[in-house]
């Protein structure tokens, strides 16, 4: 008792020996999606491309009404690689009630056209010299704000995952707002004092 009054209770045997005690468990709540949004653009048509940083190849995928972007890493570039993707982007959308029936992609992804087309997805494919403005556009927008956060890094090499989060944390903060448009997106569709609960 006399040590520990002066020395103070046992450093070392506190973070030895303390039980780790269980957490809070952390519950996520998915916000329903508004029913306008649902009935002018359940059925969703993506413009697909690839993209590559530092050499690092992306699936990435853009909604041509809703401009919701998402990418998938691509370990390769082999035919089965890009179709489990691309089928997992689909998944994606149908778990929230979305479902996609047309994909906007140029003629290296013509060899998935069966594929797709065994789970009713129908592939446009465009001319050779023809461009998809929708899909490259948000490529170069996730090109330039990945640059951005490079340059923001104290490091003058950086290793591949890095590079992989930092393309992915581009994209999502890309979807945060609504599109500003009036032609197209969604919005026009939400009401103004509810859009900050669907930025979230």
Known sequence: MAAEDIWGTSVDG???????????????????????????????????????????????????????????????????????????????????????????????????????????????????EEHMPVVERHICTIKETTRSAHHTLPFKKIAAQIIVQMVHHSNFWLNVPPPHTHTEGISGDIDVSTRADHQI
């Open 14 to 128: 506190l973070k030895g020996k303390t039980v780790q005690q269980s957490s809070d468990q952390v519950t996520v709540q998915v916000m329903p999606i508004q029913p306008v949004i649902m009935e002018r653009h359940r059925w969703v048509t993506l413009g697909v491309d690839t993209m590559k940083v530092n050499r690092i190849p992306f699936l990435v995928t853009t909604s041509r009404a809703m401009k919701f972007g998402a990418m998938e890493l691509l370990p390769n570039q082999k035919q089965a690689t890009m179709c489990k993707a691309l089928k997992r982007v689909c998944d994606q959308r149908r778990g929230r009630g979305f479902r996609v029936n047309v994909t906007l992609m140029d003629g290296q992804f013509e060899c998935l056209r069966g594929d797709l087309a065994s789970v009713g997805i129908n592939l446009n494919s465009i001319a050779r």
